[in-house]
């Protein structure tokens, strides 16, 4: 069964540093890799897809890639920004659903 | 363009009482539809999935059920809610075939007290 992580559950910035966060997955036969954000009380939004044949995508100042071998992959937020601030999810699947790690708690200070 | 509708927004219901939440999505045909929870301290699980018309994949054990009674049209139901199944509840869709993004609806609040 695949299992999601994600480090650091929280992570306090001041605006403009780039940033990393990570995700790790158990099973290497991952279909999908996709990143959400989530704002408090709010649905998900998705962010970026990485299909199984790809290494990486990017959209805007924000990069994500995929190793499927070392099962993990890292979301790149290039100059944060107050606006930023959300909470990031990670999740690994395909048609039969999503499983998805407990979230990294960002906030970008002013 | 494609949208995902869900409703109510948002629920209180008291324990014992019978659940029903609607998701429907406008402007595809055949995606394949999920149903995820959000509970307090949790992450998202999902509950159930279905490919198509009466075709419902069940994740958890639990007192929930789904239906999909027309192609965009996805029913999250309950007989008797429990204290456990307050959270929050997400429909998402993906084009047939699951290759592609999974979009999230906004969700219902579900409080069962």
């Known amino acids: 069964k695949q299992e999601v992580t994600q480090i650091p559950a929280a992570l306090s910035v001041p605006e403009g540093e780039n940033l990393v966060l990570n995700c790790s997955f158990t099973d290497s036969a991952i279909y999908n890799l996709q990143w959400f954000r989530q704002d408090p009380g709010k649905g998900l939004t998705s962010l970026l897809l990485i299909q199984s044949s790809q290494r990486e995508q990017t959209s805007g100042r924000l990069n994500a890639s995929l190793d499927k071998s070392s099962g993990r992959s890292t979301l790149y937020i290039a100059a944060s920004q107050p606006g930023d601030s959300a909470t990031y999810l990670c999740a690994g699947g395909g048609a039969d659903g999503l499983t998805f790690g407990k979230g990294t708690h960002l906030i970008i200070q002013p | 363009s494609q949208t995902i509708h869900q409703w109510p927004a948002t629920l209180v219901q008291p324990v014992g009482s019978p659940l029903s939440l609607e998701c429907t999505v406008e402007?595809?045909?055949?995606?394949?539809l999920y149903w995820y929870r959000q509970a307090a301290g949790r992450g998202l699980q999902l509950l159930f999935y279905s490919v198509g018309i009466g075709q419902i994949s069940s994740e958890v054990p639990q007192n929930l059920s789904a239906s999909r009674p027309q192609d965009r049209q996805f029913i999250l139901s309950s007989k008797k809610l429990l204290l456990s199944d307050s959270g929050f509840y997400l429909c998402?869709?993906?084009?047939?075939?699951?290759?592609?993004?999974?979009?999230f609806g906004p969700g219902t609040r579900l409080t069962v007290t």
């Open positions: 998402a869709w993906t084009p047939w075939g699951g290759a592609y993004e999974q979009y």
């Open positions: 402007g595809t045909s055949n995606p394949n």
